[in-house]
């Protein structure tokens, strides 16, 4: 499926517009960079260990000196989704606006790193729809529940419990696991580096 394809399923608000291709490729951007450009989606609960090892990931990646960046679920609240607060459909906006942004990294041939809640299946499989077969990578940290309120790094869960915070994933809004995610991963059993371990060996053999 061409690129060209995947972007006319959005229909833009604004009128007199039209997608663009470039003359530079993407497959040559990748073979520039030795490496297939994919979307890691680090989704899971609060606590659960995303973030965690998305940040591990992405230190291991530019130690192997492989191409990568990290989008990480706070961070991006600060910018490009500073409008958007916890509702349901603030929720599927900010994840639909970083998906677009890990098309276009993924397009420049960069190993895209997310670290995101991403409640909601049909959100995270919207992302893959848009992407070729391959790209989007869904990687479950499936951390119990019970072990990620113990660690609450953040006292939110308390707070959430206490009626502080309300649509809190996990406890009164709910998380709709992944069906089939590529990886599942759960850090009450493994250790940062065990996870990052699986995640590299499921990448290694697109790299040159």
């Not at 606590?47 to 090892?53: A, D, E, H, L």
């Not at 998305?54 to 530019?62: F, H, I, R, S, T």
């Not at 409640?119 to 070729?132: F, G, L, N, V």
């Not at 915070?165 to 009164?172: P, R, V």
Request: charged share 30%.
């Amino acid at each position: 499926m061409s690129d060209a394809r995947h972007d006319s399923e959005r229909t833009p608000r604004a009128e007199n517009i039209r997608w663009h291709a470039h003359d530079v490729t993407r497959g040559e951007r990748e073979q520039l960079l030795g490496q297939r450009g994919r979307l890691l989606w680090l989704t899971g609960l609060s606590g659960s260990g995303k973030s965690t090892v998305a940040v591990a990931l992405d230190a291991k990646l530019n130690a192997l000196g492989r191409a990568s960046y990290l989008l990480d679920g706070d961070n991006i609240r600060y910018g490009l989704c500073d409008d958007l607060g916890f509702a349901p459909e603030d929720r599927q906006e900010h994840v639909r606006r970083v998906g677009e942004v890990g098309r276009l990294f993924v397009d420049a041939g960069v190993l895209t790193v997310a670290a995101f809640i991403s409640p909601y299946r049909a959100d995270r499989d919207r992302i893959r729809e848009r992407m070729k077969p391959g790209d989007f990578v869904e990687v479950y940290i499936s951390t119990p529940l019970e072990v990620c309120e113990g660690r609450d790094p953040k006292g939110l869960y308390v707070k959430a419990r206490a009626g502080q915070i309300g649509e809190f994933t996990g406890i009164s809004a709910p998380y709709e696991a992944p069906i089939s995610a590529e990886l599942t991963l759960d850090t009450s059993v493994l250790s940062v580096e065990e996870a990052v371990d699986a995640i590299v060996a499921f990448l290694q053999p697109d790299w040159v």
